[in-house]
C-alpha cells in the first residue's frame, strides 16, 4: 500500500514559520492550533509582529523556539539551517501577502496564505508566476472548502448526482459594520481598522474579506468557473466610504445562472453563510449554522439529509471526518483539513512520490487569482453598470 501521509513519508513532523498572527490576531491562533490539531506540523520559528520586539516576546510567550525580528531575517536564517522551516504560513494584512509569499517561495519555502491572495488581479497573476518558477506549492486558506459536507457537496456534483448544474445561490452576511463603527475609532478593533483601509484592506472590502469565500465556495462545490457578472458593490450604510455589501448576479462557464449576496451591514448576523446549487436531477443546500448536516433534494421524492461521520459517504468528505457522526466538527477542523491536505502534499514533493489524490483538494494560487479576477468583475459591474466578463 502506498504510503501518503506526510509523518509517515518524511519520518517528522514537517517544520513550519509563521510571519504575522501574533497579538490581537482573530486568525493567528486560529492557524496555530490547526497547525497541530493532526500532528503534522511543529511551529518552531516566527516573525509574529512588525516590531522586532514585540515579534520576540510574543514568540517567547506561544513557545516557538526560533524568534526574529524581520521576515528577512527568518528567511535569511532558515535557509541556512540544517533543520530549516520546510513551510511559511503567512497570516497578515491583504497588503503583503504578495512579497511575503514571493520572497519565501524564492528561498525554497512552501506557502501557506490567509485570503485574499492579493488585494489586485495583477498581483495575484505576479505571483502566480513565481510559485510556478520556484516550483513550490500555495495552499490559500479559504477554510469552508475543508468542512466535510462541503467535501461532500464537492464530490456529489462529480459523481453526477445534481445532473447538469443550472443554479446556484450563496449567501454570506455579518452584522459587524451595521452601524458606522467608524465613528468611534478609539474602540475598533485593529484588525478591522486596517480592513477598512483601502491602501491595506484593498478597493472593495466586502468582497475581498467574505465575497471572496462566497466566490471560492461556489467554484469549489459545483467545479466550474464564474464567467460574467452584473454586480452592485458599496455602502448600505449611509456615509461609509468602504464597501460593506455586494449584491452579483453571476452567469457560470457551464451556463448555469446564480447569485452572491455577501454583506457586513447585515446587523446581528453572525456569520451566516449558505449555499444551494440545483441540478436537472437534484439539488443540495449547506448552510454553515449547521455545518454537519447537507440537504438533499430531489423532484417528487423525499428529501434527503446526510450528516459528517458515516460510512455512506463519498471518500472525499470521509478524509476530512475526525470524529463519528454526531460528534460535532466546524471552523477550527475546517482549518486543520487544508492544514493535513497540504503537510501530505508538501511531504510528497519533498519524497518525489505521488501525493494522495484526495490530499489534492485545496484551494491553490490558482483560485486566488481566479477570486481576484471575480472581484475586479463586480467592481467594474458596479462602477460602469452592464455584465462584465471575468
Known amino acids: 500500500m502506498t504510503t501518503t501521509d506526510s509523518i509517515e513519508i518524511l519520518g517528522r513532523r514537517l517544520r513550519l514559520g509563521m510571519i504575522g498572527g501574533g497579538g490581537e490576531s482573530l486568525i493567528g491562533p486560529v492557524h496555530r492550533l490547526a497547525a497541530r490539531l493532526d500532528d503534522r506540523y511543529d511551529l518552531v520559528a516566527a516573525v509574529l509582529s512588525s516590531n522586532g520586539e514585540r515579534s520576540r516576546a510574543e514568540a517567547e510567550r506561544l513557545g516557538v523556539p526560533r524568534a526574529y525580528a524581520s521576515v528577512d531575517d527568518m528567511l535569511t536564517a532558515e535557509r541556512a539551517r540544517p533543520d530549516a522551516i520546510d513551510v511559511v504560513a503567512i497570516v497578515t494584512p491583504n497588503d503583503t501577502h504578495v512579497d511575503y509569499a514571493e520572497r519565501a517561495m524564492s528561498r525554497g519555502f512552501d506557502v501557506i496564505c490567509e485570503k485574499p491572495l492579493a488585494n489586485g488581479l495583477a498581483e495575484a497573476r505576479r505571483l502566480s508566476a513565481a510559485a510556478q518558477k520556484s516550483g513550490r506549492l500555495l495552499c490559500l486558506t479559504h477554510n469552508y472548502s475543508g468542512y466535510p459536507m462541503i467535501r461532500e457537496a464537492r464530490a456529489a456534483v462529480v ?3 445534481l445532473g447538469r448544474v443550472h443554479l446556484v445561490q450563496v449567501s454570506y452576511l455579518q452584522g459587524t459594520l451595521g452601524s458606522r463603527v467608524e465613528d468611534d475609532p478609539g474602540r475598533m478593533p485593529g484588525r478591522l481598522k486596517w480592513r477598512l483601509d483601502a491602501a491595506r484592506g484593498g478597493p472593495s472590502h466586502v ?8 466566490h471560492q465556495l461556489a467554484t469549489y462545490v459545483t467545479g ?17 466610504s468602504a464597501h460593506d455589501t455586494a449584491s452579483v448576479i453571476m452567469r457560470m462557464g457551464n451556463g448555469a445562472r446564480g447569485t452572491i449576496l455577501a454583506s457586513r451591514a447585515a446587523s446581528g448576523s453572525d456569520n451566516r453563510m449558505s449555499i444551494e446549487i440545483y441540478g436537472d436531477k437534484a439539488g443540495l443546500r449547506w448552510e454553515q449554522s449547521s455545518p454537519d ?28 471526518s475526525r470524529a463519528p457522526s ?65
Open 326 to 390: 454526531g460528534h460535532p466538527e466546524a471552523f477550527f477542523e475546517a482549518f486543520a483539513n487544508l492544514y493535513r491536505d497540504f503537510a501530505d502534499l508538501v511531504a510528497a514533493r519533498i519524497a518525489g512520490i505521488a501525493p494522495d489524490p484526495l490530499a489534492a483538494h485545496i484551494p491553490t494560487v490558482d483560485d486566488g487569482v481566479a477570486g481576484l479576477a471575480f472581484i475586479e468583475a463586480c467592481v467594474r459591474s458596479s462602477e460602469r453598470g452592464g455584465w462584465t466578463d471575468c
Open 224 to 240: 466550474d468557473r464564474v464567467a460574467s457578472v452584473l454586480a452592485d458593490v458599496g455602502a448600505a450604510v449611509e456615509g461609509r
Open 293 to 320: 448536516l447537507l440537504h438533499v433534494t430531489r423532484t417528487a421524492l423525499p428529501a434527503e439529509i446526510r450528516a459528517k461521520g458515516l460510512a455512506s459517504l463519498h471518500p472525499l468528505a470521509r478524509r476530512a
Open 207 to 214: 468582497l475581498l474579506d467574505i465575497g471572496s469565500h462566497a
Open 159 to 161: 459523481a453526477g448526482e
